[in-house]
């Protein structure tokens, strides 16, 4: 029996973590900064080998290593998770890392950065909505920032739904209250 193409287990590979996240190609594409037909070709063996630098991409929000997808044998060590902090996370590039903080993220701490992302989401809407802010570039950049604060509010809502009740509820709390 002939051996698959490297492409064709690749694409496997990433079609499963891709779906095991619960994330369409569409929401991958537009994390990974990569196309989703890119996406597609590569999940049905259509590129014989992707490149690397597509895998870096995509590895990133899916929270996995280049090496996973590829099932490459080279162990690799993720770096630790930065602090689970509204600051830290919007600065933070490297969506593996962001995931890594979440997983590692107290049931309290994860509430706390929920809530601190729907008070920063209120806030800026509030800014957009205000006389004062009505300047083109400002509009832009609090859109672009609202933008971030929703993105993050994404990544992090599967990482809520495994909080207790009594964790959920503090978050809901807050993103009612904050409205």
Not at 54 to 81: C, D, I, M, Q
């Amino acid at each position: 029996m002939a051996k698959p193409e490297p492409g064709a287990e690749i694409g496997r590979r990433l079609r499963a973590v891709r779906e095991e996240r619960l994330l369409s190609r569409p929401v991958l594409a537009r994390r990974a900064g990569v196309h989703h037909i890119t996406i597609d070709h590569i999940e049905r063996g259509f590129v014989a080998r992707p490149r690397r630098t597509t895998l870096e991409k995509l590895a990133g929000p899916l929270g996995v290593t280049v090496e996973e997808l590829t099932g490459s044998e080279r162990p690799f060590v993720h770096p630790p998770a930065p602090p689970l902090a509204l600051a830290a996370m919007m600065q933070e590039e490297d969506g593996g890392a962001r995931h890594r903080a979440l997983e590692a993220a107290t049931n309290e701490e994860l509430a706390r950065y929920l809530r601190d992302i729907d008070r920063a989401v209120t806030g800026a809407g509030k800014q957009l909505r205000s006389p004062e802010h009505q300047e083109p570039g400002e509009q832009e950049g609090l859109a672009k920032y609202m933008q971030t604060l929703l993105d993050l509010r994404e990544e992090a809502e599967p990482y809520a739904g495994l909080l207790p009740p009594a964790a959920q509820e503090m978050a809901n709390h807050a993103s009612v209250g904050a409205a």
